[in-house]
């Protein structure tokens, strides 16, 4: 694809219940990142994935949160138990190298009842 | 905190004037990199700075770095209705990168 996806655009979910956020990179992008963004913040760092390996997880802000990218491409991030906080747009992004221009999916707007 | 601070938080100008805003920094960084939001879409990247540059242009963008005073800054020259979004730096570290809360810029007719 020409661009990052992710799905879905939109999920509305209950308390406590468990959800599973998408993210394909651009083809060959070795680095793929997850943030979350809150209402009028900048994008808060989650993960950092270096092909198939976690390179640094030490944003995620609990142990309900955990993402996996198996093959080293898609990405998935998953909630577990979800709390009214965790409401966010999660983003996901995805780089040639670790340390240049990030480009950004449209994100996941999450929204907890 | 590892992140950057950017000023001023919100900015209003007329189309044609300059804005210029600033990102300041308490850490070391690899590079530092700008990126613009408009309102409910995704980030874009607008330009990034090494560790060893002092300044870069791309088209009506100029950006500076500072190292000694942990400091950028990014210049739109005359700016249009288009540029209105927030302004996001972002500092590159080890493996992260991590972003500001960015300055909401507004540009009136």
């Known amino acids: 694809g020409a661009g990052v996806s992710q799905t879905p655009s939109n999920k509305v979910t209950e308390k406590g219940k468990y959800v599973e956020l998408r993210c394909d990179p651009i083809s060959g992008h070795t680095a793929l990142y997850w943030y979350r963004q809150s209402l009028g913040q900048g994008p808060e760092f989650l993960i950092y994935f270096q092909g198939t390996g976690a390179a640094d997880d030490s944003g995620l802000p609990n142990d309900r949160f955990f993402a996996v990218r198996p093959e080293g491409s898609v990405s998935t991030l998953k909630i577990q138990r979800t709390e009214r906080g965790d409401s966010a747009v999660y983003l996901c992004a995805s780089s040639s190298h670790d340390r240049g221009e990030q480009f950004f999916g449209p994100g996941t707007r999450l929204t907890v009842l | 905190s590892q992140q950057g601070e950017e000023d001023p938080q919100a900015l209003s100008i007329q189309e044609g004037e300059n804005a210029t805003m600033n990102c300041s920094y308490k850490?070391?960084?690899?590079?530092l990199q700008w990126y613009r939001q408009n309102s409910g879409r995704g980030l874009v990247h607008l330009i990034l700075i090494r560790s060893n540059e002092r300044e870069k242009h791309s088209g009506r963008l100029r950006v500076t770095l500072d190292t000694s005073k942990k400091s950028s800054s990014l210049l739109i020259t005359a700016s249009r209705a288009a540029d209105t979004a927030s302004y996001f730096c972002?500092?590159?570290?080890?493996?992260?990168?991590?972003f500001g809360k960015g300055t909401r810029l507004h540009i009136l007719p």
């Open positions: 850490t070391s960084i690899n590079n």
């Open positions: 972002a500092l590159n570290r080890d493996d992260k990168i991590i």
